[in-house]
């Protein structure tokens, strides 16, 4: 679990957004010098879950809905991550079991910074 503190008179946690194709959403930017850069975030981690509340399924519009609420409750932020490596791992996992297409997790549009 990563914990964020915004800084005092900061609006922004310090990083972006994408969407992947497979309903999870991953760590496309980290601004310099923001509580994201001085975390373990890294671009490209897939976020699971912020302040408790599961993100993984979400639509994209509901998962940034979520990330709002709770970005402006207060200035601290846990946000639960899993490296891109090894989202992409579990989901070819799933993919030989199940025998599904398209869930590789490398397609991303749409893109919101926090």
């Known amino acids: 679990m990563i914990i964020l503190s915004r800084s005092p008179g900061s609006k922004s946690f310090g990083f972006s957004i994408n969407k992947g194709k497979n309903g999870a959403h991953f760590i496309s930017h980290i601004e310099k010098n923001s509580a994201?850069?001085?975390?373990s975030m890294r671009v490209g981690d897939c976020i699971l879950k912020v302040n408790g509340i599961?993100?993984?399924?979400?639509?994209?519009?509901?998962?940034?809905?979520?990330?709002?609420?709770?970005?402006?409750?207060?200035?601290?932020?846990?946000?639960?991550?899993?490296?891109?490596?090894y989202f992409n791992?579990?989901?070819?996992?799933?993919?030989?079991?199940?025998s599904a297409d398209n869930l590789d997790g490398d397609d991303f549009s749409d893109v919101l910074n926090f």
Not at 36 to 39: K, L, P, Q, T, W
Not at 89 to 98: H, P, T, V
């Open 54 to 85: 599961n993100l993984v399924h979400k639509s994209f519009s509901k998962a940034i809905e979520i990330l709002k609420k709770e970005s402006e409750k207060n200035d601290r932020f846990q946000v639960e991550v899993m490296q891109q490596e």
């Open 36 to 39: 994201a850069a001085n975390s």
């Open 89 to 98: 791992n579990s989901l070819k996992k799933i993919a030989r079991a199940s």
